[in-house]
């Protein structure tokens, strides 16, 4: 669960509708400016991950854009403020690329897409259905199959709970077990909001993006033969795909590394500053 670090947005951000497949999903999206950057780079979409949203990218949103790129930052569908379905296969990481590619498109020119944790799992997915609709991918936190062990247990009881708790019950639980090893409690807006975005998310959505960050096939070769420059990048305290099997899955692609210092799962909320000036060197160096 990535922890947002403040949730007022940022000058030059708004909240925005964008068309997907089936109805719109909810955004925040930053415009450059004159005044505030230089335009002219293309155009940045970011996905979140499992039980994220938007929000996660609310720190990188100001200055992605004063480094004079467009930024859309997406709630998928069921996620937060999208809303969803009880159709499973609604959330299947296929109908999911679908809907990123349906904004991509919409924006109106390639876009360099940023996928974290699950997010990276569509956004790759989205890169081999369409790769001319991206400039760039961006795996960030993600990694090349399902979620090992021991980083699945977790996932393993959501996955066990969904179809037989609430949403207000599994997050009452999940909070409990978290506070044994929580050091520092989020402040109390924050808590607030990820209990209200936890609550608001799909249960059906949540199972089934459980269930496939448990059983995501390897489709790291399948990208390799894709003409795409992409990044990977991880923080060396990532708790759910170790940072070794994230650095072969580089090496196997062919791709550039960054490694985000003092980060964990969540570089964007946790190091913005260090996140942004990796992606945007990245950017730069995409002809």
């Known amino acids: 669960m990535s922890t947002p670090p403040f949730l007022d947005l940022p000058p030059g ?8 497949v089936r109805g719109h999903l909810a955004a925040l999206a930053a415009e450059p400016s004159q005044r505030r950057g230089r335009p002219g780079g293309a155009p940045v979409l970011l996905v979140p991950g499992f039980t994220g949203s938007k929000e996660d990218f609310i720190a990188v949103l100001a200055p992605i854009a004063d480094a004079g790129h467009r930024v859309v930052a997406l709630d998928l569908r069921g996620q937060y403020e999208s ?27 390639p876009v360099h897409l940023v996928g974290h944790s699950f997010g990276g799992l ?10 001319g609709a991206l400039r760039s991918l961006t795996m960030l936190s993600s990694g090349p199959a399902a979620v090992p062990h021991p980083s699945a247990s977790n996932l393993e009881l959501i996955a066990r709970a969904l179809p037989v708790m609430d949403l207000e019950s599994i997050w ?16 109390p807006d924050i808590e607030d909001f990820l209990h ?14 459980a269930e496939q960050l448990l059983t995501e096939e390897d489709r ?12 990977v990048a991880y923080g060396p305290g990532d708790d759910a795909w170790p940072p070794a099997l994230q650095a072969e899955m580089a090496r196997r692609l062919g791709a550039r590394v960054a490694v985000i210092d003092g980060a964990g799962h969540s570089p964007a909320a946790e190091q913005p500053a260090a996140t942004v000036a990796a992606l ?8």
């Not at 951000?13 to 997907?20: F, I, L």
């Not at 009880?86 to 990123?100: F, I, N, Q, R, T």
């Not at 956004?123 to 259905?129: D, E, H, M, Q, S």
Request: hydrophobic share 45%; aromatic share 4%.
């Open 122 to 131: 569509v956004a790759r997915a989205a890169a081999l259905g369409d790769p």
């Open 280 to 287: 945007v060197e990245f950017w730069s160096s995409v002809t």
């Open 13 to 20: 951000a708004e909240p925005v509708s964008m068309p997907a």
């Open 172 to 187: 009452t639980a999940k909070r409990q077990m978290e506070a044994h090893h929580e050091t520092d409690l989020p402040p």
């Open 196 to 209: 209200r975005r936890f609550v608001a998310s799909s249960p059906v959505g949540l199972l089934r993006l």
């Open 83 to 109: 809303s969803g379905d009880g159709d499973p296969s609604s959330y299947d990481v296929k109908a999911l690329a679908e809907d990123v590619l349906a904004v991509a498109r919409h924006v109106g020119e």
């Open 220 to 231: 790291v070769d399948e990208l390799a033969m894709v003409d795409l420059p992409v990044l």
